[in-house]
């Protein structure tokens, strides 16, 4: 059964006052087309927002820290535009390209200067005023957890962010800085796929589970590596996707949302007819044998 015209009602709470599409828009690519032209990117968001996707996910060091910007066009194009959709965006990852090209080597930086003019320079690129959610990039080994939760936690009081989460955290990391917070977290950000099955049972979505948080799942795809190729896995998964009349990317997808602990995964592509497919995930109801066999096809073993 088509279950597209469900889709809008599929929303995910994040914070208070704030909710998201149960799929999301990741835009790591946006700068790499050939086409980055306002009306183009205009297209891609248009055509998610038909499916009843309206999260779209960015970073500041997309693109060499261009990614924002050429999104940042079609706002400015039309304002109108920015109230249908929330935007996440990330920072602390400082790369020797772009405006940090004559930094001495790739490091991170979780100092409350360089968070709020990092914050500052996405709200001019993405030509808003505000940024529903923020996510500190990657783990800071010399994050002061004070310093870095009294610069989250005064931007949402600055309204200059609607909530705070991170990526690519550990449950240890996230305990650390959200000790040091009086706004909660809403998401950890983390690599999750059937290429990449650690998460289900390494702590991570355990802990966030607990915490009832919801989780962001980056590289769903398995950064395209369960899209090629022939194995036991791709077999079983393209053996799924003729019962429910879908493609790979639909089951891999699938997979994730029939986990308990409300994963939104982040899928990324410049490509209008890929866009337009995204929701085919919502086709696809696994039962728990089916998910198993996935999961088995991904370990390579069955279950102990």
Known sequence: MDTRNDFTLDRVNMAEGLSFSRLVYGMWRIGDDTDTSADHVRAKIDACLAQGITTLDQADIYGDYTAEAVLGQAFKADPALRQKVELVTKCDIVAPCGKY???????????????????????????????????????????????????????????????????????????????????????????????????????????????????MAWSPLGGGS?????????????????????????IAVAFLLRHPATILPVLGTNSLERIAKISDARKVALSRVQWFQLYEAALGREVA
Not at 115 to 128: F, K, Q, Y
Request: hydrophobic content about 40%.
């Open 101 to 215: 090209a004559d930094v001495a080597c790739k490091h991170y930086d979780t100092s409350k200067a360089h968070i709020e003019a990092s914050v500052e320079s996405s709200l001019r690129d993405l030509g808003t005023d505000y940024i529903d959610l923020l996510l500190i990039h990657r783990p800071d080994p010399l994050m002061d957890h004070e310093e870095t939760g009294a610069a989250l936690d005064g931007l949402v009081k600055a309204g200059k962010i609607r909530a705070a989460g991170v990526s690519n955290f550990r449950p240890w990391d996230v305990e650390l800085l959200q000790s040091a917070m009086d706004t909660k977290l809403a998401t950890n950000q983390i690599e999750i796929s059937l290429a990449r099955v650690e998460p289900f049972t390494d702590g991570d979505l355990a802990f966030h589970q607990r915490r009832k948080d919801p989780v």
């Open 226 to 250: 369960l899209m090629t190729g022939e194995s036991e896995l791709t077999r079983r998964m393209d053996a799924m996707a003729g019962d429910f009349g879908v493609d790979r990317a639909a």
